[in-house]
C-alpha cells in the first residue's frame, strides 16, 4: 500500500506515502491520499493530521509512465480528478494537516503541501512545478502560497526549484531541520495542537478556510482546464514522452 494511515493514542493521525523509488503517485494514490484525509476528518478522536513520506523524497508528482503507458486519456484524467480530490481533502480536512517534507517535493506535491495548514522541511527540502517541462499546467495555485506572486511565475515559467531554507523567510515552511530530525519536529507541533480543545481547532480550521482569500478549489480547477488543450493538441504527449522514454504521441 503506498498510503498508510495510523492513528496515535494523543489524537495524532500520520498519514505516510509510500510509493518507491520516488513516491510519483498512481492514480490510486491519489485518491488514497483523500481517503486517508477524509478519514481523518469524520473521525472525531483525530485531533491533527502529520502528512509525511518514506524513501528519497515527499513526493514526485504524478506517475507519468503510468499516464504514458495507459492507452487514450483514462490515466489523464484519473490523475487530474485523483490529485484535484486530494488537494481538496487536504484543504478541508476538519482538524489541521501538518506537512512533513524530505527531499524533493514536486508537482503535486506541492499541491499536497500548499493546502496543508503547516509546513515542516529538512534541510535537504525543495519545492517545486515542472508541470511546463511535462506540457502540463496546475500547481501554481498553491505555489502560490509558498511564494510572493513574482517568485511563483518566475518558478513556474522555468521549472525552477526553491530550497526550504529559502521558504521560511516568507513564512511559508515553519521550520527546517537536518532529516532525521524532521518527524520529531511535525511532532512537536503536532503535539501543541493536539493539546487544544479539539472543538475549537476544528471550528478554527472551517474559520480559516472561509476567509481564505482564493478559493483553492476552483482556482486548481481552472488551470487543469489548460492542461486539457494542451493534451489535445498533442503537446503533453510529446514532451512526456521525452520524459518516459516512450512513444504514445505517435501511437
Known amino acids: ?30 485518491y488514497d491520499v483523500a481517503a486517508a484525509m477524509d478519514e481523518a476528518a469524520t473521525d472525531l478522536d483525530t485531533r491533527v493530521v502529520v502528512l509525511r513520506a518514506e524513501g528519497r523524497g515527499f513526493n514526485a508528482g504524478v506517475d507519468i509512465k503510468e499516464m504514458q503507458s495507459t492507452a487514450g486519456f483514462d490515466a489523464l484524467l484519473g490523475a487530474n480528478k485523483g490529485c484535484f480530490a ?53 500547481a501554481a495555485t498553491h505555489l502560490a502560497r509558498l511564494v510572493p506572486q513574482h517568485m511563483m511565475r518566475t518558478l513556474y515559467f522555468t521549472s525552477r526549484t526553491i530550497r526550504a531554507a529559502d521558504l521560511v523567510q516568507f513564512g511559508s ?34 474559520c480559516l478556510n472561509g476567509i ?16 486539457m488543450e494542451l493534451n489535445l493538441m498533442g503537446v503533453s504527449d510529446e514532451l512526456r514522452d521525452g520524459f518516459a522514454g516512450t512513444d504514445k504521441a505517435h501511437q
Open 1 to 30: 500500500m503506498p498510503i498508510t494511515s495510523q492513528l496515535r493514542p494523543d489524537g495524532i493521525r500520520v498519514v505516510t506515502m509510500e510509493h518507491p523509488p520516488v513516491n510519483a503517485l498512481p492514480v490510486q494514490g491519489w
Open 173 to 206: 515552511v515553519l521550520e527546517v531541520v537536518p532529516r532525521a530530525e524532521l518527524d520529531d519536529a511535525a511532532m512537536r507541533v503536532a503535539t501543541d495542537i493536539a493539546a487544544q480543545d479539539t472543538r475549537v481547532v476544528r471550528a478554527a480550521k472551517e
Open 212 to 227: 481564505d482569500p482564493i478559493d483553492v478549489n476552483k482556482s486548481y480547477r481552472f488551470e487543469q482546464g489548460f492542461t
Open 86 to 138: 486530494a488537494f481538496k481533502a487536504v484543504y478541508e480536512c476538519a482538524v489541521p494537516v501538518i506537512a512533513a517534507v524530505n527531499g524533493f517535493c514536486l508537482g503535486g506535491g506541492v499541491g499536497l503541501v500548499g493546502n496543508a495548514d503547516c509546513i515542516v522541511a529538512s534541510d535537504d527540502a525543495y519545492f517545486g512545478v515542472p508541470e511546463v517541462k511535462q506540457g502540463a499546467l496546475g
